[in-house]
């Protein structure tokens, strides 16, 4: 069950990037997007445990820098912007514990 789950939000977040390459986006800062993505990793964060979440994150970076054919320097501020959003997501995770669900897919 928890393998099926992986695969679907890994999946999901595929789309989601695909999606948001899709949209141009006019920015004087190189690899800046929307992070539609990332919602799906705040709904890992909370439904999966933490070293899940970073599976999916590495996963996601690689699998999206190779079927959209980005550059290097794209995976690169994938891994950056993904690690950052991360840290953000378990602290906010740990400081605010009421936010989360009780029930886990484990």
């Known amino acids: 069950k928890r393998v099926a789950v992986c695969g679907l939000l890994l999946s ?9 390459h899709m949209i141009p986006l006019n ?10 993505s990332n919602s799906v990793l705040i709904f890992a964060v ?17 699998l999206s820098c190779a079927f959209l054919g980005t550059p290097a320097s794209m995976m690169m501020y994938g891994f950056a912007g993904g ?20 029930q886990r897919w484990e």
Do not use: C, N
């Open 12 to 20: 999901m977040m595929l789309i989601l990037g695909w999606v948001e």
């Open 27 to 36: 920015s004087s800062i190189p690899g800046i997007k929307l992070g539609l």
């Open 46 to 62: 909370y439904m999966l445990d933490v070293p899940t979440s970073y599976v999916l994150m590495a996963m996601k970076v690689l």
């Open 83 to 102: 690690l950052l959003f991360r840290l953000a997501a378990i602290r906010f995770h740990w400081r605010l514990p009421t936010f989360s669900y009780q």
